[in-house]
């Protein structure tokens, strides 16, 4: 069957299933299956063979019930990086690469200090990867609670060789660490969906995505409070922190940090849609703890 043909009508398919992007979307299936770039769909007059018929068809099917492409296809690309993604995961968003450029920014700066480095909910282990690559002197530990993404993680750390020097932790956030301050950056894009918000995701996110990547609690906040109460125990003085934020968390964070003490140079980067995107701070003093 010619791929002009079927490419049309698949489109159409997925238009009328509620899919937004599903040229994109189409474009990404066929080349994945003939092993070629979008680009290259269409310069030769290609045919698909009945077995790659039978084969788009299933995964059509799939992507007109909302699943989304990269778990239909089995990878996402990362930092112009192919990584590998299963339903255990979190399919990696580009706007988590503000963590990566705002940590390799001040690497580059001269301003992040020598030592191990930590990803805190490491899902698919972009981060973890991203900066173990950029940063070939570091040593980097990858949390996750879910025993299933930390195989696709590591297996991601494989494929893009990084194994020896990311080490992967089951843990929830901070509980199977000693307290001692040892990590020069720590790196986190926590759950930060309000409950009430769960419910209006669209069914890719809703429906497929593992809500343990998702969910954080009543306003959102309940991991990020976690996270950044237990902080203080493991980040160095001098050490920094970037958390990737909701658009709507800016305020709160500021103030959490505001509380804090022991932290400065706080900000909010934002994305390129000018969102509040990844709230950075550097701790200054291990915060004495009273009462
Ligand atoms: C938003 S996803 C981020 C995944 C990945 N870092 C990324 O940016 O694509 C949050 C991750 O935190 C993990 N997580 C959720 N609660 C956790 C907890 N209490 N302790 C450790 N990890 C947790 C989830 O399993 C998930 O992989």
Not at 7 to 32: C, K, M, N, P, T
Not at 196 to 213: D, H, K, Y
Request: net charge negative; proline share 5%; charged share 25%.
């Amino acid at each position: 069957m010619n791929i002009k043909k079927i490419y049309q009508q698949a489109v159409e398919r997925l238009l009328a299933a509620g899919v937004a992007d599903a040229a994109i979307d189409v474009g990404f299936l066929l080349s994945h299956l003939l092993k070629c770039s979008r680009a290259e769909l269409f310069v030769a007059d290609r045919y698909l063979s009945p077995g790659l018929v039978e084969q788009f068809g299933k995964f059509l099917a799939r992507r007109m019930a909302r699943e989304p492409v990269a778990y239909i296809i089995g990878e996402q690309e990362f930092w112009s990086l192919s990584f590998l993604v299963t339903p255990d995961v979190l399919i990696p968003r580009p706007e988590t690469e503000h963590v990566v450029e705002a940590a390799l920014e001040l690497n580059k700066s001269g301003f992040v200090e020598n030592g191990p480095m930590l990803d805190l909910g490491t899902g698919s282990g972009i981060l973890a990867i991203c900066l173990a690559l950029e940063m070939p002197d570091r040593q980097v530990v990858a949390v996750d609670r879910s025993r299933p993404a930390l195989l696709v993680a590591a297996a991601n750390a494989k494929r893009h060789g990084v194994s020896s020097r990311v080490n992967f932790v089951n843990s929830c956030w901070l509980e199977a660490f000693r307290p001692g301050p040892i990590f020069s950056v720590v790196v986190t894009n926590p759950p930060y969906v309000a409950q009430t918000s769960m419910a209006a995701l669209e069914p890719e996110v809703r429906v497929f995505e593992p809500a343990l990547a998702l969910d954080g609690g009543f306003h959102g906040v309940r991991e990020i409070e976690i996270i950044c109460r237990d902080l203080d125990q493991i980040l160095k003085a001098g050490g920094w922190f970037f958390m990737e934020i909701g658009f709507d968390q800016e305020e709160y964070v500021l103030e959490l940090f505001r509380k804090m003490s022991g932290y400065d140079n706080v900000r909010v980067i934002r994305d390129y849609a000018g969102l509040p995107r990844v709230l950075q701070a550097r701790k200054t003093a291990t915060v004495k703890k009273h009462g």
